[in-house]
C-alpha cells in the first residue's frame, strides 16, 4: 500500500501480488471480487480496478478508474512524453492489452504471455525498444500505479 501511495515508481508485478496476497489473508478475506462487490455497493461503480480501491480507502480524493482507463491515462502520458517508431507503438498496444489484464508488466512476460511471446517475446522487444526495454516498463509501472 505504501508503494502506491507514496512510491508508485516502485511499482511491479510482483508487488501486485502481495498486495493481493495480503489482503485475501485478512481476517476480512479481502479478495479482490469481495473488495469489487463491496466498492460496488457503497459508491455505485462497477469494475474499478484494485489500485483504485487501495487508494481510494486510504485517501478519498483519489480517482477511481477501471483497469482499461488507468492504463489508458497511463500510456497517454508515455505516449506524450516519448518519440516511438510504428513497431515499438504496435508493442505498446500489445502491452496494453496485457496491463488492462494485469495492471503490471515485466519482462519476464514477453515469454509468457502469447499475446506477446507470438511477436518474438522478450528477445524481439528488446531490439524494437533499442534495449530501453526495461526501463519503458519501469516507467509504465510507475504511470499504472500512479
Known amino acids: 500500500i505504501g508503494i502506491l501511495l507514496d512510491r508508485p515508481r516502485d511499482w511491479s508485478a510482483e ?3 502481495e ?8 481476517p476480512q478475506r479481502f ?3 469481495n473488495l469489487r462487490q463491496a466498492h460496488e455497493r457503497h459508491y455505485q461503480q462497477a469494475l474499478v480496478d484494485i489500485i483504485s480501491m487501495v ?9 477511481l478508474y477501471t483497469a482499461e482507463q488507468r492504463v489508458q491515462r497511463a500510456l ?5 512524453s516519448h518519440e516511438f517508431s510504428e513497431a ?4 505498446l ?4 492489452v496485457h496491463l488492462i489484464e494485469n495492471l503490471s508488466i515485466d519482462p519476464g512476460d514477453f515469454d509468457l504471455i502469447p499475446a506477446l511471446s507470438s511477436h518474438g517475446g522478450l528477445t524481439r522487444a528488446q531490439r524494437e525498444f533499442g534495449g530501453k526495454l526495461n526501463e519503458l516498463l519501469n ?3 510507475g504511470e499504472i500505479a500512479a
Open 55 to 63: 487508494k481510494r480507502a486510504a485517501r478519498k480524493e483519489e480517482p
Open 88 to 91: 515499438e507503438r504496435n508493442w
Open 19 to 26: 498486495l493481493r496476497d495480503k489482503l485475501q489473508a485478512a
Open 139 to 141: 516507467e509504465i509501472n
Open 31 to 33: 479478495t479482490e471480487n
Open 15 to 17: 508487488v501486485l501480488q
Open 76 to 80: 497517454t502520458r508515455i505516449l506524450s
Open 93 to 96: 498496444d500489445r502491452i496494453r
